[in-house]
DNA sequence: AAAAAACGAGAGCACTGCTCTTGACGACAT
DNA sequence: ATGTCGTCAAGAGCAGTGCTCTCGTTTTTT
Protein backbone atom coordinates (compact mmCIF):
# COMPACT_ATOMS: atom_id res chain seq x y z
CA UNK A 1 0.00 0.00 0.00
CA UNK A 2 2.23 3.34 -1.02
CA UNK A 3 1.01 5.81 0.29
CA UNK A 4 1.17 7.81 -2.62
CA UNK A 5 -0.83 5.98 -5.00
CA UNK A 6 -3.55 5.61 -1.96
CA UNK A 7 -3.72 9.31 -1.78
CA UNK A 8 -4.33 10.06 -5.26
CA UNK A 9 -7.83 8.77 -4.38
CA UNK A 10 -7.76 9.28 -0.82
CA UNK A 11 -7.24 13.17 -1.70
CA UNK A 12 -10.21 13.71 -4.03
CA UNK A 13 -12.03 11.83 -1.78
CA UNK A 14 -11.10 13.75 1.63
CA UNK A 15 -11.95 17.33 -0.78
CA UNK A 16 -15.23 16.19 -1.59
CA UNK A 17 -16.09 15.86 1.86
CA UNK A 18 -15.13 19.02 2.71
CA UNK A 19 -16.67 20.63 -0.12
CA UNK A 20 -20.18 18.35 0.94
CA UNK A 21 -19.64 19.93 4.59
CA UNK A 22 -18.70 23.33 3.76
CA UNK A 23 -22.18 23.34 1.41
CA UNK A 24 -24.32 21.99 3.87
CA UNK A 25 -22.80 24.26 6.71
CA UNK A 26 -23.89 27.35 4.17
CA UNK A 27 -27.15 25.83 3.88
CA UNK A 28 -27.55 25.05 7.19
CA UNK A 29 -26.89 29.01 7.60
CA UNK A 30 -29.45 29.99 5.39
CA UNK A 31 -32.49 27.35 5.98
CA UNK A 32 -31.54 25.66 9.58
CA UNK A 33 -30.97 22.47 10.60
CA UNK A 34 -34.63 20.67 9.28
CA UNK A 35 -34.12 22.47 6.22
CA UNK A 36 -30.66 21.28 5.55
CA UNK A 37 -31.30 18.26 2.62
CA UNK A 38 -28.82 16.58 1.05
CA UNK A 39 -30.33 16.39 -2.47
CA UNK A 40 -29.97 19.99 -2.28
CA UNK A 41 -26.12 19.75 -1.67
CA UNK A 42 -25.95 17.22 -3.84
CA UNK A 43 -27.32 18.82 -6.74
CA UNK A 44 -25.41 22.25 -5.70
CA UNK A 45 -22.20 19.43 -6.65
CA UNK A 46 -23.17 18.96 -9.59
CA UNK A 47 -23.57 15.21 -8.39
CA UNK A 48 -26.64 13.10 -8.47
CA UNK A 49 -28.54 12.18 -5.19
CA UNK A 50 -27.28 8.87 -4.58
CA UNK A 51 -24.03 9.81 -5.14
CA UNK A 52 -23.73 11.91 -1.62
CA UNK A 53 -24.38 8.25 0.21
CA UNK A 54 -21.06 7.56 -0.85
CA UNK A 55 -19.80 9.58 1.80
CA UNK A 56 -22.13 10.52 4.69
CA UNK A 57 -24.00 7.25 4.62
CA UNK A 58 -27.00 8.94 6.04
CA UNK A 59 -28.39 12.33 6.89
CA UNK A 60 -27.55 12.31 10.45
CA UNK A 61 -23.68 11.37 9.71
CA UNK A 62 -23.70 14.76 7.91
CA UNK A 63 -25.36 16.44 10.60
CA UNK A 64 -22.90 14.70 13.07
CA UNK A 65 -19.63 15.99 11.09
CA UNK A 66 -21.26 19.19 11.49
CA UNK A 67 -21.59 19.16 14.76
CA UNK A 68 -18.43 18.56 15.46
CA UNK A 69 -17.00 21.42 13.95
CA UNK A 70 -19.80 23.60 15.69
CA UNK A 71 -18.35 22.24 19.19
CA UNK A 72 -14.84 22.55 17.84
CA UNK A 73 -15.17 26.18 15.88
CA UNK A 74 -16.30 27.03 19.75
CA UNK A 75 -13.68 25.50 21.86
CA UNK A 76 -10.95 27.25 19.67
CA UNK A 77 -12.50 30.67 20.31
CA UNK A 78 -12.77 29.80 23.99
CA UNK A 79 -9.57 28.58 24.08
CA UNK A 80 -8.72 32.13 22.13
CA UNK A 81 -10.14 34.53 24.27
CA UNK A 82 -8.56 32.77 27.58
CA UNK A 83 -5.04 32.53 25.71
CA UNK A 84 -5.16 37.01 25.30
CA UNK A 85 -5.63 37.54 29.05
CA UNK A 86 -3.16 37.84 32.13
CA UNK A 87 -3.20 34.57 33.67
CA UNK A 88 -4.03 35.76 37.01
CA UNK A 89 -7.01 38.03 35.88
CA UNK A 90 -9.15 35.67 36.67
CA UNK A 91 -12.48 37.32 35.99
CA UNK A 92 -11.17 38.68 33.11
CA UNK A 93 -10.35 35.44 31.57
CA UNK A 94 -14.12 34.17 32.54
CA UNK A 95 -15.48 37.23 31.05
CA UNK A 96 -13.49 36.35 27.76
CA UNK A 97 -14.24 33.22 27.66
CA UNK A 98 -17.93 34.12 28.04
CA UNK A 99 -17.98 36.62 25.28
CA UNK A 100 -16.14 34.80 22.68
CA UNK A 101 -19.13 31.99 23.54
CA UNK A 102 -21.39 34.60 22.72
CA UNK A 103 -20.01 36.43 19.90
CA UNK A 104 -19.39 33.10 18.56
CA UNK A 105 -23.32 31.73 18.42
CA UNK A 106 -24.34 35.60 17.30
CA UNK A 107 -22.09 34.58 14.19
CA UNK A 108 -23.04 31.11 13.19
CA UNK A 109 -26.43 30.66 15.25
CA UNK A 110 -27.58 27.80 13.09
CA UNK A 111 -24.67 26.11 14.01
CA UNK A 112 -25.20 26.80 17.79
CA UNK A 113 -28.89 25.97 17.34
CA UNK A 114 -27.68 22.75 15.84
CA UNK A 115 -25.20 21.90 19.70
CA UNK A 116 -27.57 23.73 21.89
CA UNK A 117 -31.34 23.11 20.52
CA UNK A 118 -33.88 21.17 20.54
CA UNK A 119 -32.17 17.45 20.63
CA UNK A 120 -33.27 15.68 17.19
CA UNK A 121 -34.99 13.00 18.80
CA UNK A 122 -33.85 9.36 17.60
CA UNK A 123 -30.62 10.87 17.35
CA UNK A 124 -27.77 9.95 19.21
CA UNK A 125 -24.49 11.51 19.49
CA UNK A 126 -21.40 9.41 18.46
CA UNK A 127 -18.60 9.02 20.75
CA UNK A 128 -16.27 11.11 18.71
CA UNK A 129 -18.76 13.76 19.75
CA UNK A 130 -17.78 14.29 23.54
CA UNK A 131 -14.27 15.28 23.22
CA UNK A 132 -14.80 18.07 21.11
CA UNK A 133 -18.69 18.55 23.08
CA UNK A 134 -15.91 19.42 26.29
CA UNK A 135 -13.50 21.50 25.19
CA UNK A 136 -15.53 24.71 26.24
CA UNK A 137 -16.43 22.79 29.86
CA UNK A 138 -13.29 21.75 30.72
CA UNK A 139 -11.49 25.70 29.81
CA UNK A 140 -13.63 26.79 32.09
CA UNK A 141 -12.92 24.24 34.81
CA UNK A 142 -9.33 24.66 34.34
CA UNK A 143 -10.01 28.75 34.98
CA UNK A 144 -12.18 27.79 38.21
CA UNK A 145 -9.04 25.72 39.10
CA UNK A 146 -6.30 28.02 38.86
CA UNK A 147 -8.47 30.80 40.51
CA UNK A 148 -9.31 28.48 43.51
CA UNK A 149 -5.19 27.29 43.27
CA UNK A 150 -4.44 31.29 43.40
CA UNK A 151 -6.72 31.80 46.79
CA UNK A 152 -8.60 33.91 44.31
CA UNK A 153 -12.24 32.09 45.40
CA UNK A 154 -13.88 32.76 48.83
CA UNK A 155 -15.78 30.36 49.37
CA UNK A 156 -19.88 31.37 49.29
CA UNK A 157 -21.58 30.72 53.08
CA UNK A 158 -25.46 31.43 52.26
CA UNK A 159 -25.55 27.87 50.40
CA UNK A 160 -24.32 24.68 50.63
CA UNK A 161 -23.58 21.55 48.27
CA UNK A 162 -26.36 18.82 48.12
CA UNK A 163 -24.69 15.95 50.02
CA UNK A 164 -25.68 14.21 46.50
CA UNK A 165 -23.45 16.21 44.71
CA UNK A 166 -20.13 15.11 46.82
CA UNK A 167 -19.62 12.09 44.01
CA UNK A 168 -20.04 13.92 41.06
CA UNK A 169 -17.73 16.70 42.49
CA UNK A 170 -15.54 14.12 42.81
CA UNK A 171 -15.56 12.50 39.22
CA UNK A 172 -15.33 16.51 38.23
CA UNK A 173 -11.99 16.87 40.40
CA UNK A 174 -10.27 14.38 39.10
CA UNK A 175 -9.51 15.79 35.89
CA UNK A 176 -10.91 19.76 35.61
CA UNK A 177 -11.98 21.22 38.29
CA UNK A 178 -8.96 20.15 40.38
CA UNK A 179 -8.92 20.63 44.30
CA UNK A 180 -12.32 22.95 43.90
CA UNK A 181 -14.70 22.36 47.05
CA UNK A 182 -18.24 21.13 46.05
CA UNK A 183 -19.99 24.46 46.66
CA UNK A 184 -17.63 26.05 44.19
CA UNK A 185 -17.73 23.21 41.43
CA UNK A 186 -21.15 23.43 41.78
CA UNK A 187 -21.81 27.37 41.46
CA UNK A 188 -19.53 27.44 38.96
CA UNK A 189 -22.06 25.04 36.55
CA UNK A 190 -24.66 26.95 37.60
CA UNK A 191 -22.48 30.26 36.49
CA UNK A 192 -21.75 28.09 33.43
CA UNK A 193 -25.39 27.48 32.79
CA UNK A 194 -26.73 30.67 33.10
CA UNK A 195 -24.34 31.90 30.64
CA UNK A 196 -25.75 29.10 28.07
CA UNK A 197 -28.99 30.29 28.91
CA UNK A 198 -28.54 33.56 28.42
CA UNK A 199 -27.03 32.94 25.02
CA UNK A 200 -29.83 30.67 24.30
CA UNK A 201 -31.95 33.04 25.24
CA UNK A 202 -31.13 36.06 23.12
CA UNK A 203 -30.85 33.99 20.11
CA UNK A 204 -34.24 32.10 20.12
CA UNK A 205 -35.85 35.66 20.82
CA UNK A 206 -36.52 35.40 24.13
CA UNK A 207 -35.11 38.55 25.05
CA UNK A 208 -37.44 39.80 22.42
CA UNK A 209 -39.36 43.22 24.12
CA UNK A 210 -37.64 42.74 27.30
CA UNK A 211 -34.00 43.61 27.05
CA UNK A 212 -32.79 45.81 24.07
CA UNK A 213 -29.09 46.50 25.13
CA UNK A 214 -28.31 42.95 25.00
CA UNK A 215 -24.57 43.47 24.97
CA UNK A 216 -24.24 45.32 28.13
CA UNK A 217 -26.70 43.36 30.10
CA UNK A 218 -24.71 40.16 29.06
CA UNK A 219 -21.73 42.09 30.26
CA UNK A 220 -23.51 42.65 33.56
CA UNK A 221 -24.69 39.17 33.86
CA UNK A 222 -21.05 37.79 33.60
CA UNK A 223 -19.61 40.08 36.07
CA UNK A 224 -22.09 39.60 38.88
CA UNK A 225 -22.06 35.70 38.01
CA UNK A 226 -18.19 35.81 38.46
CA UNK A 227 -19.17 37.23 42.11
CA UNK A 228 -21.82 34.90 42.57
CA UNK A 229 -19.26 32.31 41.95
CA UNK A 230 -16.66 33.74 44.95
CA UNK A 231 -13.85 35.09 42.33
CA UNK A 232 -12.55 38.20 43.71
CA UNK B 1 -78.37 33.05 13.82
CA UNK B 2 -79.60 30.88 16.49
CA UNK B 3 -77.10 29.71 18.29
CA UNK B 4 -78.23 26.20 18.43
CA UNK B 5 -78.00 25.59 15.20
CA UNK B 6 -74.89 27.28 14.48
CA UNK B 7 -73.89 24.95 17.17
CA UNK B 8 -74.53 22.12 15.06
CA UNK B 9 -71.68 22.64 12.62
CA UNK B 10 -69.21 24.54 15.03
CA UNK B 11 -69.82 21.73 17.95
CA UNK B 12 -68.20 18.97 15.75
CA UNK B 13 -65.67 21.05 14.19
CA UNK B 14 -64.68 21.93 17.62
CA UNK B 15 -64.45 18.40 18.90
CA UNK B 16 -62.37 17.68 15.60
CA UNK B 17 -60.02 20.50 16.24
CA UNK B 18 -59.31 19.40 20.31
CA UNK B 19 -59.13 15.25 18.54
CA UNK B 20 -56.52 16.69 16.51
CA UNK B 21 -54.37 18.56 18.94
CA UNK B 22 -54.86 15.70 21.17
CA UNK B 23 -53.64 12.97 18.71
CA UNK B 24 -50.34 15.57 17.32
CA UNK B 25 -49.64 16.12 20.74
CA UNK B 26 -49.40 12.28 21.53
CA UNK B 27 -47.15 12.00 18.26
CA UNK B 28 -45.60 15.19 19.44
CA UNK B 29 -44.48 13.68 22.60
CA UNK B 30 -43.14 10.14 20.87
CA UNK B 31 -41.61 11.24 17.86
CA UNK B 32 -40.68 14.87 18.87
CA UNK B 33 -42.08 18.45 16.78
CA UNK B 34 -40.07 17.27 13.47
CA UNK B 35 -41.30 14.18 12.98
CA UNK B 36 -45.06 15.31 13.32
CA UNK B 37 -46.93 14.37 10.47
CA UNK B 38 -50.66 15.79 8.89
CA UNK B 39 -51.08 12.94 7.50
CA UNK B 40 -50.39 10.65 10.13
CA UNK B 41 -52.96 12.30 12.16
CA UNK B 42 -55.37 12.08 9.80
CA UNK B 43 -54.52 8.34 9.13
CA UNK B 44 -55.46 7.90 12.84
CA UNK B 45 -58.38 9.87 12.85
CA UNK B 46 -59.67 7.96 9.88
CA UNK B 47 -59.75 10.82 7.93
CA UNK B 48 -58.28 11.51 4.05
CA UNK B 49 -55.16 14.00 4.50
CA UNK B 50 -56.13 16.34 2.59
CA UNK B 51 -59.56 17.12 4.96
CA UNK B 52 -56.84 17.98 7.78
CA UNK B 53 -56.54 21.18 6.32
CA UNK B 54 -59.75 22.34 6.29
CA UNK B 55 -59.30 22.95 10.46
CA UNK B 56 -55.12 23.57 9.81
CA UNK B 57 -54.35 25.21 6.77
CA UNK B 58 -51.14 24.92 7.41
CA UNK B 59 -48.65 22.42 9.72
CA UNK B 60 -47.22 25.57 11.32
CA UNK B 61 -50.97 26.55 12.04
CA UNK B 62 -51.10 23.02 13.83
CA UNK B 63 -47.78 23.72 15.92
CA UNK B 64 -48.72 27.31 17.04
CA UNK B 65 -52.07 25.56 18.52
CA UNK B 66 -49.39 23.22 20.43
CA UNK B 67 -47.06 26.09 21.22
CA UNK B 68 -49.75 27.76 22.48
CA UNK B 69 -51.46 24.72 24.89
CA UNK B 70 -47.79 24.68 25.89
CA UNK B 71 -47.12 27.78 27.29
CA UNK B 72 -50.57 27.76 29.03
CA UNK B 73 -49.95 24.81 30.67
CA UNK B 74 -46.40 26.23 31.75
CA UNK B 75 -48.40 29.28 32.92
CA UNK B 76 -51.10 27.44 34.62
CA UNK B 77 -48.29 25.17 36.41
CA UNK B 78 -46.66 28.71 37.62
CA UNK B 79 -49.59 29.83 39.17
CA UNK B 80 -50.79 26.87 41.07
CA UNK B 81 -47.15 27.16 42.22
CA UNK B 82 -47.48 30.15 43.37
CA UNK B 83 -50.62 30.22 45.14
CA UNK B 84 -49.96 27.05 47.45
CA UNK B 85 -47.30 29.36 48.70
CA UNK B 86 -47.95 32.02 51.91
CA UNK B 87 -47.74 35.33 50.34
CA UNK B 88 -45.03 36.77 51.84
CA UNK B 89 -42.77 33.48 51.88
CA UNK B 90 -40.97 35.49 48.74
CA UNK B 91 -38.35 32.34 48.62
CA UNK B 92 -40.86 29.96 48.86
CA UNK B 93 -43.14 31.41 46.07
CA UNK B 94 -39.60 31.46 43.81
CA UNK B 95 -38.34 27.77 44.92
CA UNK B 96 -42.54 26.77 44.12
CA UNK B 97 -42.29 28.54 40.31
CA UNK B 98 -38.74 26.96 39.35
CA UNK B 99 -39.85 23.53 40.57
CA UNK B 100 -43.16 23.70 39.10
CA UNK B 101 -41.35 24.80 35.60
CA UNK B 102 -38.81 21.71 35.80
CA UNK B 103 -41.55 19.20 37.27
CA UNK B 104 -43.44 20.48 34.04
CA UNK B 105 -40.38 20.26 31.75
CA UNK B 106 -39.52 16.57 32.58
CA UNK B 107 -43.19 15.45 32.14
CA UNK B 108 -43.77 17.04 29.13
CA UNK B 109 -40.14 17.29 27.48
CA UNK B 110 -40.75 17.43 23.54
CA UNK B 111 -43.48 20.30 24.36
CA UNK B 112 -41.17 21.90 26.41
CA UNK B 113 -38.80 21.77 23.38
CA UNK B 114 -41.17 23.26 21.23
CA UNK B 115 -41.07 25.82 23.24
CA UNK B 116 -37.45 26.16 24.44
CA UNK B 117 -35.86 24.49 21.80
CA UNK B 118 -34.62 25.55 18.25
CA UNK B 119 -37.36 28.14 17.00
CA UNK B 120 -38.34 26.54 13.60
CA UNK B 121 -36.49 28.86 10.95
CA UNK B 122 -39.09 30.93 9.00
CA UNK B 123 -41.78 30.10 11.65
CA UNK B 124 -42.73 33.14 12.76
CA UNK B 125 -45.03 33.29 16.13
CA UNK B 126 -48.02 34.73 15.65
CA UNK B 127 -49.65 37.81 18.09
CA UNK B 128 -51.99 35.22 19.76
CA UNK B 129 -48.93 33.55 21.34
CA UNK B 130 -47.05 36.45 23.09
CA UNK B 131 -49.92 36.76 25.48
CA UNK B 132 -49.72 32.44 26.93
CA UNK B 133 -45.87 33.33 25.86
CA UNK B 134 -45.36 35.77 29.30
CA UNK B 135 -47.70 34.03 31.25
CA UNK B 136 -44.63 32.75 33.05
CA UNK B 137 -42.21 35.35 33.62
CA UNK B 138 -45.06 37.75 34.69
CA UNK B 139 -45.67 35.29 37.30
CA UNK B 140 -42.44 35.95 38.20
CA UNK B 141 -41.92 39.74 37.97
CA UNK B 142 -44.80 40.15 40.36
CA UNK B 143 -43.70 37.98 42.92
CA UNK B 144 -39.80 40.25 42.79
CA UNK B 145 -42.13 43.79 43.09
CA UNK B 146 -44.15 41.98 45.82
CA UNK B 147 -40.90 41.19 47.69
CA UNK B 148 -39.63 44.37 46.70
CA UNK B 149 -42.08 46.16 48.54
CA UNK B 150 -42.32 43.86 51.60
CA UNK B 151 -38.45 45.35 52.08
CA UNK B 152 -37.99 41.74 51.69
CA UNK B 153 -34.92 42.50 48.65
CA UNK B 154 -31.16 44.11 49.50
CA UNK B 155 -30.02 45.68 46.73
CA UNK B 156 -26.80 44.48 45.80
CA UNK B 157 -23.78 46.62 45.78
CA UNK B 158 -21.12 44.75 44.00
CA UNK B 159 -22.48 45.63 40.36
CA UNK B 160 -24.38 48.35 39.10
CA UNK B 161 -27.38 47.33 35.96
CA UNK B 162 -25.74 49.00 32.71
CA UNK B 163 -27.47 53.02 31.78
CA UNK B 164 -28.78 51.59 28.65
CA UNK B 165 -30.61 48.72 30.71
CA UNK B 166 -32.31 51.65 32.09
CA UNK B 167 -34.63 52.31 29.71
CA UNK B 168 -36.06 48.84 29.24
CA UNK B 169 -36.56 48.82 32.95
CA UNK B 170 -38.96 51.69 32.83
CA UNK B 171 -40.92 49.51 30.36
CA UNK B 172 -41.02 46.81 32.72
CA UNK B 173 -41.75 48.54 35.45
CA UNK B 174 -44.73 49.22 33.99
CA UNK B 175 -46.79 46.45 34.40
CA UNK B 176 -44.62 43.67 36.06
CA UNK B 177 -41.75 44.70 37.95
CA UNK B 178 -43.40 47.70 39.33
CA UNK B 179 -41.51 49.86 41.70
CA UNK B 180 -38.19 47.55 41.82
CA UNK B 181 -35.02 49.16 40.71
CA UNK B 182 -32.71 48.17 37.86
CA UNK B 183 -30.29 46.41 39.27
CA UNK B 184 -33.19 44.16 41.23
CA UNK B 185 -34.99 43.75 37.95
CA UNK B 186 -31.69 43.03 35.98
CA UNK B 187 -30.49 39.92 38.37
CA UNK B 188 -34.40 38.87 38.70
CA UNK B 189 -33.94 38.34 34.71
CA UNK B 190 -30.66 36.70 34.90
CA UNK B 191 -32.08 34.24 37.61
CA UNK B 192 -34.80 33.74 35.53
CA UNK B 193 -32.37 32.66 32.49
CA UNK B 194 -30.23 30.32 34.76
CA UNK B 195 -33.33 28.34 35.58
CA UNK B 196 -34.31 27.99 32.20
CA UNK B 197 -31.17 27.16 31.43
CA UNK B 198 -30.95 24.84 33.95
CA UNK B 199 -34.00 23.22 32.72
CA UNK B 200 -33.09 23.10 28.84
CA UNK B 201 -29.60 21.63 30.20
CA UNK B 202 -31.17 18.90 32.24
CA UNK B 203 -33.59 18.13 29.51
CA UNK B 204 -31.03 17.96 26.49
CA UNK B 205 -28.55 15.87 27.81
CA UNK B 206 -25.74 18.57 28.74
CA UNK B 207 -25.75 17.29 32.46
CA UNK B 208 -25.05 13.64 31.42
CA UNK B 209 -21.85 12.34 33.12
CA UNK B 210 -21.51 15.85 34.82
CA UNK B 211 -24.86 16.15 37.29
CA UNK B 212 -26.68 13.31 38.31
CA UNK B 213 -28.57 14.26 41.52
CA UNK B 214 -30.39 16.72 39.21
CA UNK B 215 -33.28 17.56 41.40
CA UNK B 216 -31.14 18.66 44.54
CA UNK B 217 -28.83 20.63 42.47
CA UNK B 218 -31.63 22.18 40.91
CA UNK B 219 -32.85 23.38 44.12
CA UNK B 220 -29.25 24.12 45.48
CA UNK B 221 -29.34 26.97 42.32
CA UNK B 222 -32.55 27.71 43.02
CA UNK B 223 -32.08 28.99 46.52
CA UNK B 224 -28.16 30.39 45.75
CA UNK B 225 -29.82 32.67 42.96
CA UNK B 226 -32.28 33.71 45.24
CA UNK B 227 -29.99 34.82 47.64
CA UNK B 228 -28.23 36.27 44.73
CA UNK B 229 -31.11 38.85 43.44
CA UNK B 230 -31.04 40.02 47.45
CA UNK B 231 -33.76 37.60 48.70
CA UNK B 232 -33.76 38.01 52.05
C1' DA C 1 -87.15 26.50 -1.35
C1' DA C 2 -82.85 28.55 -3.21
C1' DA C 3 -78.21 30.19 -2.51
C1' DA C 4 -74.04 29.92 0.06
C1' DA C 5 -70.79 27.99 2.78
C1' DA C 6 -68.44 24.00 4.77
C1' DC C 7 -66.98 19.52 4.19
C1' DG C 8 -64.75 14.69 2.87
C1' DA C 9 -62.70 12.28 -0.72
C1' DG C 10 -59.46 11.60 -4.32
C1' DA C 11 -55.94 12.61 -7.55
C1' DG C 12 -51.85 14.94 -8.21
C1' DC C 13 -47.37 17.93 -7.72
C1' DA C 14 -42.90 18.66 -5.99
C1' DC C 15 -40.03 17.37 -2.63
C1' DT C 16 -37.52 14.39 0.80
C1' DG C 17 -34.21 10.24 2.62
C1' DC C 18 -32.66 6.15 1.14
C1' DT C 19 -31.88 1.58 -1.67
C1' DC C 20 -30.59 -1.17 -5.52
C1' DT C 21 -28.56 -2.10 -9.85
C1' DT C 22 -25.66 -1.10 -13.74
C1' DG C 23 -21.67 0.26 -16.13
C1' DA C 24 -17.21 2.72 -16.11
C1' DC C 25 -12.89 3.95 -14.09
C1' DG C 26 -8.82 3.57 -11.28
C1' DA C 27 -5.52 0.90 -8.26
C1' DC C 28 -3.33 -3.38 -7.42
C1' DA C 29 -0.70 -7.78 -7.79
C1' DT C 30 0.75 -11.14 -10.88
C1' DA D 1 0.60 -5.97 -19.74
C1' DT D 2 -3.26 -8.12 -17.96
C1' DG D 3 -6.81 -9.35 -15.22
C1' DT D 4 -9.05 -8.59 -10.75
C1' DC D 5 -11.21 -6.00 -7.36
C1' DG D 6 -12.90 -2.00 -5.00
C1' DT D 7 -14.65 2.56 -5.73
C1' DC D 8 -17.49 5.54 -7.95
C1' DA D 9 -21.43 8.28 -10.54
C1' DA D 10 -25.66 7.58 -12.46
C1' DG D 11 -30.41 6.31 -12.86
C1' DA D 12 -34.63 4.28 -11.56
C1' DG D 13 -37.52 3.47 -7.89
C1' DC D 14 -39.92 3.22 -3.10
C1' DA D 15 -42.30 5.22 0.63
C1' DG D 16 -43.13 9.13 2.78
C1' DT D 17 -44.07 14.30 3.30
C1' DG D 18 -46.77 19.21 2.88
C1' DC D 19 -49.92 21.15 0.17
C1' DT D 20 -53.34 22.22 -3.84
C1' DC D 21 -57.23 21.55 -6.74
C1' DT D 22 -61.45 19.65 -8.11
C1' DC D 23 -65.79 17.39 -7.40
C1' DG D 24 -69.87 15.80 -5.40
C1' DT D 25 -72.40 15.91 -0.85
C1' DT D 26 -74.14 17.85 3.26
C1' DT D 27 -75.27 21.52 6.26
C1' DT D 28 -76.28 26.23 7.23
C1' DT D 29 -78.03 30.59 5.87
C1' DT D 30 -81.13 33.59 3.46
Redesign the pocket.
Known amino acids: ??TA??T??ERV?AE?IKEITDIARRHLSTEGAAG?????VAREM??????I???F????DLLTALIIDAYNAIGDAVEQADAGCARDDFTGRWLAMARSIRQWALAHPHEYALIHGTPVPGYQAPADTVDPASRDGVMFGRLIADAHAAGAITLPQDTRAPVGFHDDAEALREAIFVGVPDEVILRGLHAWTWMYGAVSFELFGMYNNVISERAATFEHGALSLAHYIGLT
Do not use: E, F, Q
Open positions: MTSRARRLLSLRAGMVSSAYRYPTKD
